[in-house]
DNA sequence: GTAATAGTGTCTGTGAGACATTATGGC
DNA sequence: GCCATAATGTCTCACAGACACTATTAC
């Protein structure tokens, strides 16, 4: 910090404030976007054009710039890494990863990795952009460090950061509605139920499942439409606005396939 | 990026690399440290001796050092801004928040801040630090922008980030163990059941209270020693070393004075 | 027809909330 | 004796989980 000069206005210290001169740093927004395919939670990798970590499946990132918010930063990794205006239904901030070496390029800058959680419907396959070699969707369950037996190896500490994600994810269905930014504007609660199951792992009894969804208020909303299935035909519904779920609909005792998380 | 030789080693890479020159940036650990006093939550900040917001109450904060953690970042702070070694027993990151403009210094090093939940037993009046006019324990209730009639207006967007802090405490209360780090080694129920009646502002039916307590397995295991107290003379309890509560206790239907949350 | 699913109904156990009761210590 | 609090007990209601059962559609 500059000396303090007593009765320095607050203009003053700014005309004449120069930045410390620490090796260089920069912020890098990562993001991991989930979307349910065939009943099967999936993942947006990029595989790296560049180095380090050349080759590796890794999540869509950008470097921040100068001025412009993570979350901007974090929309435009998907944009730039993909070639592809995917406009994540729901978008947050995960957490923010800084451990020393963490990127080999720390060794010249030191990178602080804020990264995201965002899912969205099923946009179908994306086009790589210029920093990716390929980009795709991925099941979440052949992810090396994140699902028991993957073999997808992750770049970084990506392998954490998308377990960080999904546990994230898992509880925010227990008590918020989130669930439905995964589906169209019109869904059934077969297909809301999908999300549920396919994110922890477990089967979901229909009846209570629709007993309890359809008794929180503003949850869903039925739509004057029917859709044909497998068996009888299913009523629609939106999503009716609420943003939480109270009380909270817990998980079962977990028994899922998944590696399991330090949580409960 | 730098361009993409093939073949080209991660060694090699790394060595030829060089950051671009973006305008320098800066990354900030804060944190809002609670403890009850009283039976009133206090959070602990420090008076700025220099620009900006010279002069202002702020939470403790510090800059990231090359080779430092942003979560030993935050111990630092604390050490730093008030002379005294103050090892909160819960410290957890909260959020980042970067929206261009938050910090005045901004037109010369981007600053973006990587905010910290932290709390811990009282442990008296703290010494200012070099940065700090002043470092104390005040109270969230005297907060502007926090709290309702709050009158101590605070530097940055700290009222925000305190604001975030106080609603992921209240949550964390609800499905976890943490309450007991406010409290020093043995503790009675009551002075438990004080911690969520203070960051809940309501109060508790002590009798349910003891029962969900005790009947969660491992979140307070009881001594073989009883402390005075205004009545009847009462158990004292250890933290049992479980982290989560379930099923969770939720807080009961709003009644408390801060300023409304924006969620539930 | 059969199989599969949507949607509803019923029973039961758990647990939260409200409240009463008793025990124990300070004054 | 009187008051405050600890600690335990009781009753009721809400709700989750288990498991029917029926209606409807595809094949």
Same mark, same amino acid.
């Given at each position: $910090?500059?000396?303090?000069? =007593?009765?320095? @206005?607050?203009?003053?210290?700014?005309?004449?404030?120069?930045?410390?001169?620490? +090796? +260089?740093?920069?912020?890098?927004?990562?993001?991991? *976007?989930?979307?349910?395919?065939?009943?099967?939670?999936?993942? *947006?990798?990029?595989?790296?054009?560049?180095?380090?970590? /050349?080759?590796?499946?890794?999540?869509?990132?950008?470097? $921040?710039?100068?001025?412009?918010?993570?979350?901007?930063?974090?929309?435009?990794?998907?944009?730039?890494?993909?070639?592809?205006?995917?406009?994540?239904?729901?978008?947050?901030?995960?957490?923010?990863?800084?451990?020393?070496? #963490?990127?080999?390029?720390?060794?010249?800058?030191?990178?602080?990795? &804020?990264?995201?959680?965002?899912?969205?419907?099923?946009?179908?396959?994306?086009?790589?952009?210029?920093?990716?070699?390929?980009?795709?969707? &991925?099941?979440?369950?052949? *992810?090396?460090?994140?699902?028991?037996?993957?073999?997808?190896?992750? !770049?970084? =500490?990506?392998?954490?950061?998308?377990? =960080?994600?999904?546990? #994230?994810?898992?509880?925010?269905?227990?008590?918020?509605?989130? !669930?439905?930014?995964?589906? +169209?504007?019109?869904?059934?609660?077969?297909?809301?139920?999908?999300?549920?199951?396919?994110?922890?792992? %477990?089967?979901?009894?229909?009846?209570?499942? %629709?007993?309890?969804? @359809?008794? &929180?208020?503003?949850?869903? !909303?039925?739509?004057?439409?029917?859709?044909?299935?497998?068996?009888?035909?299913?009523?629609?519904?939106?999503?009716?606005?609420?943003?939480?779920?109270?009380? +909270? $609909?817990? #998980?079962?005792?977990?028994?899922?396939? /998944? /590696?399991?998380?330090?949580?409960?």
């Amino acid at each position: $910090m500059t000396i303090e000069i =007593d009765g320095e @206005t607050e203009e003053e210290f700014l005309a004449a404030y120069e930045p410390r001169k620490y +090796p +260089p740093m920069a912020v890098n927004a990562e993001v991991a *976007l989930f979307t349910l395919r065939d009943q099967e939670l999936f993942l *947006l990798l990029i595989e790296r054009r560049g180095h380090p970590h /050349r080759g590796r499946y890794a999540l869509p990132s950008w470097f $921040m710039q100068p001025h412009e918010s993570i979350e901007a930063t974090a929309r435009r990794a998907l944009a730039e890494e993909t070639s592809l205006a995917l406009d994540p239904r729901h978008l947050e901030q995960l957490k923010t990863y800084s451990t020393p070496g #963490r990127d080999p390029r720390d060794c010249k800058v030191r990178v602080t990795s &804020v990264a995201h959680l965002a899912f969205m419907p099923d946009p179908g396959e994306p086009e790589p952009g210029t920093h990716a070699r390929s980009a795709a969707f &991925v099941p979440v369950d052949d *992810l090396a460090g994140v699902t028991e037996g993957g073999t997808i190896e992750l !770049a970084f =500490d990506h392998a954490t950061i998308i377990s =960080d994600a999904l546990e #994230r994810l898992a509880a925010k269905l227990e008590y918020t509605t989130v !669930a439905a930014a995964f589906l +169209p504007e019109q869904f059934t609660l077969a297909e809301l139920r999908g999300i549920y199951e396919s994110v922890w792992g %477990t089967s979901l009894d229909p009846g209570n499942f %629709t007993r309890k969804v @359809t008794g &929180v208020d503003g949850f869903v !909303a039925s739509v004057p439409a029917r859709r044909k299935t497998g068996g009888r035909s299913a009523q629609l519904f939106t999503h009716g606005g609420a943003q939480w779920m109270l009380p +909270p $609909m817990l #998980r079962p005792a977990s028994t899922g396939s /998944r /590696r399991a998380a330090t949580k409960r």
